[in-house]
Nanobody
């Protein structure tokens, strides 16, 4: 049974940094593409970024490009989302997701999801 568990969320001030982690178990993590999504209160789900199985390629939403960085450690079955220069509009629940078959930014294509970790950025 595949499990994805996010951690690292919290309450910070604008301009601060946070690093989210997503630990995977129960599957072949090193073969999956991984994505990060977020959902702000009262809004729909938004793609944040994704990374290929090897870590060689990443893609980011325009809203976070240059501020957020995705990385992964396949030996630890963990993917990270480093968030710098946080803004109040980054406030959301952040979810990691795993995609077994390819490389996508579309949430519906992801096979496994974590429960999310909340991030609140105050101004």
């Amino acid at each position: 049974q595949v499990q994805l568990v996010e951690s690292g969320g919290g309450v910070v001030q604008a301009g601060d940094s946070l690093r989210l982690s997503c630990a995977a178990s129960g599957g072949t993590f090193s073969s999956w593409s991984m994505g990060w999504f977020r959902q702000a209160p009262g809004k729909g789900q938004e793609f944040v970024g994704a990374i290929t199985w090897s870590g060689a390629t990443t893609k980011y939403a325009d809203s976070v490009k240059g501020r957020f960085t995705i990385s992964r450690d396949n030996a630890r079955n963990t993917v990270y989302l480093q968030m710098n220069g946080l803004k109040p509009e980054d406030t959301a629940a952040y979810y990691c997701a795993a995609e077994r078959r390819g490389w996508t930014t579309v949430a519906a294509d992801y096979d496994y999801w974590g429960q999310g970790t909340p991030v609140t950025v105050s101004s």
